[in-house]
T-cell receptor, first 112, second 114 residues
Framework: AQSVTQPDIHITVSEGASLELRCNYSYGATPYLFWYVQSPGQGLQLLLKYFSGDTLVQGIKGFEAEFKRSQSSFNLRKPSVHWSDAAEYFCAVGFNTDKLIFGTGTRLQVFP | EAGVAQSPRYKIIEKRQSVAFWCNPISGHATLYWYQQILGQGPKLLIQFQNNGVVDDSQLPKDRFSAERLKGVDSTLKIQPAKLEDSAVYLC????????????FGPGTRLTVL
């Protein structure tokens, strides 16, 4: 069955530290991959997406993600976290051109 | 460019009452989605429209939930009667056409069922 896993429910980092949020999927072919961010009381905003081509994808707000086919992963990274990055982050996967399946999210806390 | 609009932003009702949510997608977007986001979970697709036709409603509890998209633009989602477990944020999103096109989300409606 197709599935998306975000193993980390909650991550805490210090401002200025690097960040990596994990996302794994289960599917027989290469899916479409997305990362969304949700601030409290807000809708979701797209950070970046991968369909094909270069496996390192640059997004908004200094985020990047790398697709690793061998590990069925699409981890989100940022070299230096800012306090304003505190939010909930969702990985989403589209199989074929079907609906998106969202992970359960990772809540990021940033300490000064 | 105006974003996806939703109303109301908050709604509190008692169980067995009915409630309706409204969504106005981005102009020109053919596809509209309603998601349910329960606290601590990711959004779950309830229904997807392309223009005014239903593409996917496999996870819509049809005994109590209904949705329509008149004239292929605005959409309403209704719950009748509401249950306690319907307490969630209801998100509307729109995209140009395919689900793999970027989906733009509205701010959501937070529903509390007492």
């Amino acid at each position: 069955a197709q599935s998306v896993t975000q193993p980390d429910i909650h991550i805490t980092v210090s401002e200025g530290a690097s960040l990596e949020l994990r996302c794994n999927y289960s599917y027989g072919a290469t899916p479409y991959l997305f990362w969304y961010v949700q601030s409290p009381g807000q809708g979701l905003q797209l950070l970046l997406k991968y369909f094909s081509g270069d496996t390192l994808v640059q997004g908004i707000k200094g985020f990047e993600a790398e697709f690793k086919r061998s590990q069925s992963s699409f981890n989100l990274r940022k070299p230096s976290v800012h306090w304003s990055d505190a939010a909930e982050y969702f990985c989403a996967v589209g199989f074929n051109t079907d609906k998106l399946i969202f992970g359960t999210g990772t809540r990021l806390q940033v300490f000064p | 460019e105006a974003g996806v609009a939703q109303s109301p932003r908050y709604k509190i009702i008692e169980k067995r009452q009915s409630v309706a949510f409204w969504c106005n997608p981005i102009s020109g977007h053919a596809t509209l989605y309603w998601y349910q986001q329960i606290l601590g979970q990711g959004p779950k697709l309830l229904i997807q429209f392309q223009n005014n036709g239903v593409v996917d409603d496999s996870q819509l509890p049809k005994d109590r939930f209904s949705a329509e998209r008149l004239k292929g633009v605005d959409s309403t989602l209704k719950i009748q009667p509401a249950k306690l477990e319907d307490s969630a944020v209801y998100l509307c999103a729109s995209s140009l056409e395919l689900p793999t096109d970027t989906q733009y989300f509205g701010p959501g409606t937070r529903l509390t069922v007492l």
